[in-house]
């Protein structure tokens, strides 16, 4: 009974916050007492928001109050102190489920403070005083309050382990030397832990090390975020920009168009009014002559008639009018025809450079460059379907196949290609390339050479310097029956690999990779080139060795479609 009344007191006179008994009480307004330094950090804590709180209650107070100490619970402490109370107060210190208890309490066990690895065993703080007394004690060591601590003992034995095995890697006690681990090389526990110890450093130094290196990558992975915003931000406003110039300066031909079309109206109404009161004064005049005649030719006197016959008769021989000629329904349809072929014109562009834009943008990869595909199956998701330009082709190529298909022909059969003042039998594809594209190339006849290029190969009045390979911005590999050689500003590199008239050309502008391959029933890397793109390129074919053939069965060179 006296027991529990003793709890209740010790209960009354406890701090809520560190739950001991109190020290240098102080008692709040709301009326819940402290210890004086557990109130203060309490309140340390608010000082950000300005209102403190009381931590059973939760009533505030604005500003913080003064706190004085409560002279009277410091008395009744003090006494509870006294009658033995200070060991109810310390209900806190008995172990729990989840707490190491000590070994060497009896009833109610305390929490340890320590557990021995000598003794194999945890002490509270009452129990672990000969461990710091008691000289041959002083030399255990001591660690944090541990459960594992059966584990060091051997499970055949009931020994302490202290002996590490060599052989089999692993703790053994001294009676497992004599038995299953008779032979077998040992060293103590101590002396294996100081050697994995060494290594553990060397190891935790190397943890640190790429700690610091993900540290770095992650504030430079942060600047890219921030730099991916500034960038997408720009581009969205130039873009726009761009756009609305390009929907005002449309507006505007539209308007121009619609004014030139209303004055024109307004022209075409004046002269057509203006005829057409012409032809009706003339009809009117020719009424009136009409009736003059009719009234003569009505006279019953023959002496009139014949009198006045010759000035009437003059009236009839009036000046013919011309006839109007009218084109019927071809007003301003040809304007409309213009418009539409414009129109046309518009879309087919947005259209061909809407792939462009929208591989720009998927293209977008702030992280490491994808790894070269390995097989060509690999390849063909990047397949991409070249189609030539006629404009950019030498007068004596043509084309054919829908545009993926080139034939040198004698420039004298050929009709409709201006001559191009490159000098070259070359040709350039429609498409502009970026990010990952693969396409493949087939050839007979001949030598060629398979290329990519800048949209303006040309650096200068030099016709020699325009050819592929021949400048700093086009990359050529000239294929023959029986060689290879790679072509760059007019540097040529021979190139070993199998023969075969189909090769691909593999392109990651990003990472500003060029492969060319010999592909067959297998695919052969012949040359790869490392460099930086600065602008999206073209590919392109060149006829570099043309010997005599018969019209109609000139080398050709065909952009195959890839499935």
């Not at 500003?512 to 074919?541: C, D």
Request: glycine share 4%.
């Amino acid at each position: 009974m006296a027991q529990q009344r003793n709890q209740l007191d010790s209960e009354k006179f406890s701090c809520s916050i560190c739950l001991d008994l109190l020290k240098d009480p102080v008692t709040t307004s709301c009326g819940h007492s402290y210890c004086m330094d557990c109130i203060k950090t309490h309140w340390d804590g608010e000082d950000g928001t300005r209102i403190y709180s009381c931590p059973q209650c939760r009533k505030t107070f604005t500003p913080r109050p003064v706190l004085q100490k409560n002279v009277l619970f410091a008395e009744l402490v003090e006494d509870l102190k006294k009658t033995g109370l200070q060991a109810a107060a310390a209900d806190h210190c008995y172990a729990g489920p989840e707490d190491v208890s000590c070994d060497f309490c009896t009833g109610r066990k305390l929490k340890a403070v320590k557990s021995c690895l000598v003794c194999l065993a945890s002490y509270c703080e009452n129990h672990l005083q000969p461990h710091y007394d008691v000289a041959p004690l002083k030399k255990h060591q001591l660690v944090e309050p541990s459960k594992n601590l059966q584990e060091n003992f051997c499970s055949s034995h009931d020994e302490v382990m202290k002996i590490f095995c060599l052989t089999d890697q692993q703790l053994i006690c001294y009676l497992c030397t004599m038995d299953e681990h008779k032979r077998h090389e040992t060293v103590s526990a101590a002396a294996e832990r100081k050697k994995k110890q060494k290594e553990l450093e060397v190891s935790r130094l190397n943890v640190q090390q790429r700690i610091q290196d993900r540290q770095k990558d992650v504030k430079l992975l942060q600047q890219e975020l921030k730099a991916i915003k500034v960038s997408a931000d720009k581009t969205v406003e130039e873009s726009e920009k761009m756009f609305t110039q390009m929907i005002h300066l449309i507006q505007k031909r539209r308007r121009d168009v619609e004014q030139q079309i209303r004055s024109q109206q307004k022209n075409e109404e004046s002269r057509v009014k203006e005829l057409e009161e012409k032809l009706e004064q003339e009809i009117r005049d020719l009424e009136r002559k009409d009736a003059e005649l009719k009234q003569l030719s009505d006279t019953p006197d023959h002496s009139q008639f014949l009198l006045n016959y010759p000035s009437v008769s003059a009236l009839s021989e009036s000046k013919p009018t011309c006839s109007i000629n009218i084109h019927p329904h071809r007003h301003f349809e040809d304007v409309t025809a213009a418009v539409k072929e414009l129109s046309d014109k518009i879309q087919a562009i947005l259209r061909d450079t809407w792939t462009n834009i929208s591989l720009a943008i998927t293209e977008v990869d702030v992280l490491l460059p994808k790894p070269e595909p390995k097989t060509r199956d690999e390849f063909l998701k990047y397949s991409r379907e070249i189609t030539l330009d006629p404009n950019t082709a030498f007068r004596c190529l043509q084309l054919s196949e829908n545009d993926r298909k080139v034939t040198f022909m004698e420039c004298s059969h050929l009709r409709g290609h201006g001559d191009r003042s490159t000098g070259f039998c070359q040709v350039l594809s429609k498409e502009s390339l970026t990010g990952h594209c693969y396409w493949e190339v087939e050839w007979r006849r001949g030598g060629v050479e398979v290329a990519v290029a800048y949209k303006n190969t040309c650096r200068g009045g030099n016709l020699y310097d325009c050819g592929f390979g021949r400048n700093d911005k086009s990359w050529s590999l000239r294929c023959d029956t029986n060689s290879y050689l790679f072509w760059y500003n007019n540097t040529k590199t021979p190139v070993s690999g199998p023969q075969s008239y189909r090769i691909g050309v593999y392109l990651d502008h990003r990472a500003g990779v060029l492969s060319f391959y010999s592909v067959s029933e297998t695919m052969t890397l012949l040359h790869r080139v490392q460099t930086t793109f600065t602008e999206p390129i073209h590919a392109g074919v060149q006829f570099s060795d043309l010997q005599v053939f018969i019209i109609g069965f000139g080398p050709t060179i065909e952009f195959l479609k890839l499935k």
